[in-house]
């Protein structure tokens, strides 16, 4: 079981959008739909953005989406805003009862 | 609202068994179709499952921790919990317990996290 592979940076100006990508095999992202994307600010817990790669929990913005394509999952943030500066985090489900997060994503809003 | 904290010594030493407590307030740990984690986050990394203990008793664990974890749930005091053994300074992480809702392997809910640093 590897770790799920994001790029370590991205970035934007206010209200532009970006879009983090999160790549896994064939036995976990390519087989499942259970991409979940999470957001970490400095010194808190991390939050749930997206789950079943396109859902969003009750009082995420619709501003985040999320999506899925063979073994890669993405996440997108539109309209970028000040306080979307955080760290984001992606996670599938790897069969067998196990999950399988990534080694996370930092995106500066500029 | 249910509502999750983590309790535990902040410093083990080497060789030593990490123990960590979750204390559930608001819910229980033994109804509803939850998965009780634990996740970790060694400094400046990235976030590593450790293992979970589903509502029905059963427990599910990294491959890579396997050999070193057990999770355990008190359903008296409705707190669950983690021991992992034989630590280096490599398991120095905040640690966090957290609640997936079964059937959908995303965490839903966490606790603030706390800090166990392996050193002698």
């Known amino acids: 079981q590897s770790a799920l592979t994001q790029p370590p940076s991205a970035s934007g100006s206010p209200g532009q959008s970006v879009t983090i990508s999160c790549t896994g095999t064939?036995?976990?992202?390519?087989?499942?739909?259970?991409a979940s994307w999470y957001q970490q600010h400095p010194g808190k817990a991390p939050k749930l953005m997206i789950f079943?790669?396109?859902k969003r929990p009750s009082g995420v913005p619709d501003r985040f989406s999320g999506s899925k394509s063979g073994n890669t999952a993405s996440l997108t943030v539109s309209g970028l805003q000040a306080e979307d500066d955080a760290d984001y985090y992606c996670?599938?489900?790897?069969?067998?009862?196990?999950?399988?997060f990534g080694g996370g994503t930092k995106l500066t809003v500029l | 609202q249910v509502q999750l904290q983590e309790s535990g010594p902040g410093l083990v030493k080497p060789s030593q068994t990490l123990s960590l407590t979750c204390t559930v307030s608001?819910?229980?740990?033994?109804?509803?179709?939850?998965?009780w984690s634990w996740i970790r986050q060694r400094p400046g990394k990235g976030l590593e499952w450790i293992g979970y203990?589903?509502?029905?008793?059963?427990?599910y664990y990294n491959p890579s921790l396997k050999s070193r974890v057990i999770i355990s749930r008190d359903t008296s005091d409705n707190k669950f919990s983690l021991m992992l053994t034989s630590v280096t300074d490599a398991d120095t992480a905040v640690y966090y317990c957290?609640?997936?809702?079964?059937?959908?392997?995303?965490?839903?809910?966490w606790g603030q996290g706390t800090l166990v640093t392996v050193s002698s």
């Open positions: 064939s036995s976990d992202l390519g087989r499942y739909n259970f």
């Open positions: 996670s599938s489900y790897a069969g067998g009862n196990t999950l399988v």
């Open positions: 079943e790669v396109n």
């Open positions: 608001g819910g229980s740990v033994s109804s509803g179709a939850y998965y």
């Open positions: 957290a609640r997936l809702v079964d059937g959908l392997a995303a965490v839903g809910l």
């Open positions: 203990i589903h509502y029905s008793g059963s427990t």
